[in-house]
């Protein structure tokens, strides 16, 4: 079976890519205007490691989801005072004229990992650290026996301006948050949902909210539908397979010019990919005449002209 792939080092056509490309993970994309934003983890694991190597997070952005540039680290752990490693799936959203990057991190001082934030003026920053403290520590979710249960932070703006911030590994969590974007605004919550492992993606397409995950693992993406962001939400199913020699698996669902995509990490990179060692893919996302996804067809050629 082929599997997908469209790495950001194939996408630039780039012989200097090509000879040392550039692992990207755990994407998050944003339309802005007429241009598309794609902010990735980075691994740099050499091919004897056996486990993540972060440190950073990547930008890229294209205007027709085939010529994209790059534009580099715009953002890393040691931006965080509070952090001291680990720069793991991260979310951009904008609001009112301003960027807010939510990141996954390991904490400096209190055990596990966090969620901060950092915010700029522009999609490509400069982010500065919008706290000086985190969002969500790994002591406000005691009600599960890992340290990596508050990862993969993911916000939704709603209609009614309510942004709300999902996130979580085996227990998915969500809270509102402030006007500010930069503090919770209640509770936490948990939201239920069979076999959840991680990766939270919300998006919302006419009236009906889609709540996308990693599933099982070796991780497949599963989703569920409901008319309210608050749920309770209906399984639907199976949205993507098992990605090309990565049991982990983390997507990013973008409408860009009249055409959805289904925008994940695989490691069937043929520049020497693998577990630790992921690139980007990018597939065409289409909906059922009841609301339903279609299950992502992957390929091995991606986007190859726009949709």
């Given at each position: 079976?082929?599997?997908a792939l469209l790495?950001?080092?194939?996408?630039?056509?780039?012989?200097?890519?090509?000879?040392?490309?550039?692992?990207?993970?755990?994407?998050?994309?944003?339309?802005?205007?007429?241009?598309?934003?794609?902010?990735?983890?980075?691994?740099?694991?050499?091919?004897?490691?056996?486990?993540?190597?972060?440190?950073?997070?990547?930008?890229f952005s294209s205007?027709?989801?085939?010529?994209?540039?790059?534009?580099?680290?715009?953002?890393?752990?040691?931006?965080?005072?509070?952090?001291?490693?680990?720069?793991?799936?991260?979310?951009?959203?904008?609001?009112?004229?301003?960027?807010?990057?939510?990141?996954?991190?390991?904490?400096?001082?209190?055990?596990?990992?966090?969620?901060?934030?950092?915010?700029?003026?522009?999609?490509?920053?400069?982010?500065?650290?919008?706290?000086?403290?985190?969002?969500?520590?790994?002591?406000?979710?005691?009600?599960?026996?890992?340290?990596?249960?508050?990862?993969?932070?993911?916000?939704?703006?709603?209609?009614?301006?309510?942004?709300?911030?999902?996130?979580?590994?085996?227990?998915?969590?969500?809270?509102?948050?402030?006007?500010?974007?930069?503090?919770?605004?209640?509770?936490?919550?948990?939201?239920?949902?069979?076999?959840?492992?991680?990766?939270?993606?919300?998006?919302?397409?006419?009236?009906?909210?889609?709540?996308?995950?990693?599933?099982?693992?070796?991780?497949?993406?599963?989703?569920?539908?409901?008319?309210?962001?608050?749920?309770?939400?209906?399984?639907?199913?199976?949205?993507?397979?098992?990605?090309?020699?990565?049991?982990?698996?983390?997507?990013?669902?973008?409408?860009?010019?009249?055409?959805?995509?289904?925008?994940?990490?695989?490691?069937?990179?043929?520049?020497?990919?693998?577990?630790?060692?992921?690139?980007?893919?990018?597939?065409?996302?289409?909906?059922?005449?009841?609301?339903?996804?279609?299950?992502?067809?992957?390929?091995?050629?991606?986007?190859?002209?726009?949709?």
């Amino acid at each position: 079976m082929k599997k997908a792939l469209l790495s950001i080092c194939l996408v630039f056509n780039s012989a200097a890519f090509a000879a040392n490309p550039v692992f990207t993970a755990d994407p998050a994309a944003i339309v802005h205007q007429d241009t598309v934003y794609l902010y990735t983890g980075h691994d740099v694991a050499k091919d004897n490691k056996t486990f993540f190597e972060m440190h950073d997070w990547l930008v890229f952005s294209s205007k027709d989801m085939l010529n994209w540039t790059e534009h580099g680290s715009k953002l890393a752990v040691k931006d965080f005072s509070w952090a001291k490693g680990d720069a793991w799936a991260s979310h951009v959203i904008e609001k009112e004229g301003k960027f807010y990057w939510y990141v996954t991190a390991r904490h400096a001082t209190i055990n596990g990992f966090a969620i901060g934030v950092a915010v700029a003026n522009s999609p490509l920053g400069p982010f500065k650290d919008a706290r000086g403290t985190a969002l969500i520590t790994n002591d406000m979710t005691t009600d599960t026996d890992i340290d990596w249960d508050d990862i993969d932070p993911a916000v939704f703006i709603d209609d009614d301006k309510q942004a709300y911030i999902f996130w979580g590994n085996s227990k998915p969590r969500y809270a509102k948050l402030k006007s500010n974007m930069i503090e919770l605004d209640g509770p936490i919550h948990t939201i239920d949902v069979p076999n959840f492992t991680e990766a939270l993606w919300v998006h919302k397409k006419d009236k009906t909210y889609y709540l996308s995950y990693a599933s099982g693992f070796p991780e497949k993406i599963a989703y569920a539908t409901s008319d309210n962001i608050k749920g309770p939400w209906k399984y639907q199913g199976i949205l993507n397979e098992v990605a090309g020699n990565s049991p982990t698996n983390h997507q990013a669902i973008i409408e860009f010019k009249g055409k959805s995509y289904f925008i994940y990490h695989t490691g069937a990179s043929q520049n020497g990919g693998g577990e630790f060692r992921r690139t980007v893919a990018i597939d065409p996302l289409y909906y059922n005449q009841d609301g339903t996804i279609k299950r992502i067809q992957m390929t091995t050629e991606g986007i190859i002209s726009a949709q």
